[in-house]
């Protein structure tokens, strides 16, 4: 089954879903594409200054994302999206540009900043995100998963900690019947 997510590297939330997503592939057998999803166009460029510098960083990976999707290079952008999230999540450190560039280093590209400060492939990300927008909104952010099979996509599962084998595939199991019901919309709890 093919699993289509979209994500904004600077959201710790997304990179968490993103590693339940990764352990579940194997055992369901999902092949895993990997689409940017950009928290700055959501906001409209709106972002509070002490974010600022994580958003432009952002931006930036998410060009390398949409055009390592458009040389057929997804296993890179899977790559290029862990060593980002254990360069910043794992590591506890906030994204900016030059982690951005030793994960892309670190993903096989060779020179990261050709593409990097090419606002050319702005247009690539600004289409990945209302594809997601549009199959899972409105009052959505990031990350918008969408199945092989259903009609649209969600926002989420938003999950607060990666959770354990047996945990994740339940989860899965649970998600897949409400992604592909028509009628289904929300399912939410506060975080505590």
Known sequence: MEVTYFFDPACPF????????????????????????SLSILNGGD???????MAAASNKALRLVEALRADHRNDDVATFYTEIGTRTFEAGAPLSDDIVVQAAKAAGVADPGAVLEDASWDEAVRESHELAFGSAGPD????????E??????HGPVIGDVPGREEALSIWDAVVPLVRSDTFFTLKRGRS
């Open 149 to 154: 099979g259903a009609a649209r996509g969600v």
């Open 140 to 147: 959505i952010g990031s990350p918008v998963l969408l199945i």
């Open 14 to 37: 997304t990179w968490r879903t993103s590693r339940w997503l990764v352990a579940v592939a194997p055992e369901r057998d999902l092949t895993l594409r990997w689409r940017a999803f």
């Open 47 to 53: 972002i509070p200054e002490q974010y600022r510098a």
